[in-house]
């Protein structure tokens, strides 16, 4: 089954205003990255995040292994933030000889003026 | 940051036919993959590559499919004969070390089997 569960699946989002997007995860994840995808198709790398939180810019992320989790919040949002976010996990126990990310079904979001 | 290049954006090609995509990894990455999306679905890997081999392939990674990484140069994804379940777009990573290291991805290549 799916293990990375990410909402919403679609969001509007006024110039200004901000909201968090999350991905649950239903295996431990020992690390996770968030890239958007912008209308070209092309995935910018976000963050990367073994645990804790970071921030850049209006954007700030959260990843908690325990409670199998991450979350993407986006503050005072611009029309040039519009796209596709995925949250991408990488499973615990997988071999430390290579990466493999899971992918989240993904957020579209929307920014209007 | 580090860019990852994807020759060529966009294939045409005719069912049975055989398509090499192309990958220019960051230069001094080791670990090399392909993931594929469908239109309007998430990414779902197929398999990674290193040191002259494939270290692990999904399901999707089907016979028909090959990688291979000649002299250093390009990382290439062969497809041979295509099918039409085949369309999609093939995404290129590449990371410095394997595991806990960050993914690199390309903008893509989108193929349409016609």
């Known amino acids: 089954g799916d293990q990375v569960e990410q909402s919403p699946s679609a969001l509007s989002l006024h110039e200004g205003t901000g909201s968090a997007l999350r991905c649950n995860f239903t295996?431990?994840?020992?690390?996770v990255q968030w890239f958007q995808q912008n209308s070209r198709g092309s995935l910018i790398n976000l963050f990367y995040?073994?645990?804790g939180t970071k921030e850049n810019g209006r954007l700030k992320s959260t990843f908690n292994s325990k409670e199998s989790y991450s979350t993407l919040h986006i503050r005072d949002a611009q029309l040039e933030d519009s796209g596709t976010y995925f949250c991408?996990?990488?499973?615990?126990?997988?071999?430390?000889?290579?990466?493999?990310?899971?992918f989240g079904q993904g957020t579209s979001l929307s920014v209007v003026p | 940051g580090p860019k990852v290049l994807q020759i060529p954006s966009h294939q045409i090609i005719d069912m049975g036919q055989m398509v090499t995509l192309n990958c220019d990894p960051v230069?001094?990455?080791?670990?090399f993959y392909w993931y594929k999306q469908i239109l309007g679905q998430q990414m779902e890997f197929l398999v990674n590559?290193?040191?002259?081999?494939?270290?692990?392939k999904s399901k999707l990674f089907k016979d028909q499919f090959s990688v291979e990484r000649p002299d250093g140069s390009y990382f290439t994804l062969k497809i041979q004969p295509t099918a039409l379940e085949d369309s999609a777009v093939y995404f290129c990573?590449?990371?410095?070390?394997?595991?806990?290291?960050?993914?690199?991805f390309g903008a893509g290549t989108r193929l349409s089997v016609l």
């Open positions: 990573a590449s990371s410095l070390r394997g595991g806990r290291s960050t993914l690199y």
């Open positions: 230069s001094n990455h080791l670990y």
């Open positions: 590559f290193y040191n002259g081999k494939v270290m692990e």
């Open positions: 995040l073994a645990s």
């Open positions: 991408a996990a990488e499973a615990v126990g997988a071999s430390s000889s290579f990466s493999k990310l899971v």
């Open positions: 295996t431990t994840m020992r690390a």
